[in-house]
DNA sequence: ACCTGAACACCGTTCAAGT
DNA sequence: ACCTGAACACCGTTCAAGT
């Protein structure tokens, strides 16, 4: 006989994992409220029992999948670029087994990021050696490059028509843009050691005040 | 009178147009195919006759507001690097009216670029020094940036609840971000011109042929 | 050729009710 | 507390029919 408790076997954790077991395998279209329930061998408003609306669920979907991302640090044994990329590189890697999904963790409040995640990634730039202000630029734009990049291949792999000329994978270009990434803040770092009062190297245009990230 | 025609005043221009107006209105969530057909006084099947789907609608939105992006060009005037920034600024500044808008254009194949602006995107990079393989990495890395710093923004400008720290604007995060991503492309002109066999500078792992931009 | 009208399948969600 | 069942509003879309 089973435990003490058999009915009421529904939970938040298998509403979410069944959630990500349908994005992995159907995509995000195929994310229903419905489809999870008849996963889970339950009526439609059963989630809602656990689940506050469909926009809740995508947020606990997404946080869950940034969760498994990890805190950027500094390793002992490689230099920061080092450290970036790799960071880089396992996020491209573990979002891009959930297509769709990371349309979502854009439209999430800061990516996401957890106020933990959030925290490693301004502590990481700062130790490199970032002004406080430009450790968040710095962050926010390696982020935002990723999220960028797996949001486009998520699309190419669906559409087997698109040409990859000369022969580029998209390994490639993320390799190559990450390279980037980190070669540009490189420079940036540079930039803001020489003249630390400003952190970008022309005058910027008056603009009224907005909420990035 | 009208001139000859007064009923079959319906265009596949007027639909696109009124598509875009609902969507600088209301953002994407709010055309639908009725929405469409409601602005424009006509039956919701009637915009079926000028249009396959919901998807073929989204591409010929997309396609207009890329279109108005321009080529990407050198101007005698100006370094590539200042040519390429306000290239990428603009993009981003007539993106951002459309909210939501970006999701789907980086859900087109190549990010919406139509063959001309593909062709002049390269011809950009060549011109720089580029070899031809990396012209095209440095052309997608630059415009899938900007398309995740666009994404971005177009959600943080729906939700005022979240801090913008340091009181750094969205600006602030573009104008950075395109200084990175400027100067992490010189930097990979240079190694590119250092090593001409490699467009990267470390060695890559092998992995089954994808379909990248 | 160009458009209407009714209908269908599917979705998120509300609301009242069951245990 | 936890879940069901019926219903509603809204969506993309099919299909047959009108002019």
Chains 1, 2 share one sequence.
Not at 112 to 128: K, S
Not at 186 to 192: D, F, I, K, S, V
Request: glycine share 8%; with cysteine.
């Amino acid at each position: 006989m089973a435990r003490t408790r058999r009915s009421h076997s529904l939970t938040l954790d298998a509403i979410i994992d069944e959630s990500l077991r349908i994005v992995r395998d159907q995509g995000v279209t195929g994310l229903t409220m419905r489809a999870v329930a008849a996963g889970l061998g339950v009526t439609p408003m059963a989630v809602y029992y656990y689940v506050a609306d469909k926009d809740d669920l995508l947020r606990l979907v997404v946080d869950k999948l940034c969760i498994s991302f990890g805190l950027l640090a500094t390793a002992p044994d490689q230099d920061w670029q080092d450290s970036l990329r790799g960071y880089l590189v396992n996020m491209w890697e573990r979002s891009r087994r959930y297509p769709g999904l990371s349309t979502h963790i854009i439209n999430q409040p800061g990516l996401g990021v957890t106020p933990e995640r959030l925290e490693a990634g301004l502590a990481f730039f700062d130790e490199v050696g970032f002004p406080p202000s430009d450790a968040r630029l710095a962050w926010s734009f390696a982020v935002t490059y990723i999220h960028g990049r797996i949001s486009v291949d998520a699309h190419l792999s669906r559409h087997p028509g698109v040409t990859h000329l000369d022969g580029l994978k998209a390994r490639d270009y993320v390799e190559f843009g990450v390279d980037a990434v980190i070669t540009g803040l490189e420079e940036m770092l540079e930039t803001a050691r020489r003249t630390p009062t400003t952190n970008t190297r022309y005058p910027r245009a008056e603009e009224p005040a907005e909420r990035p990230l």
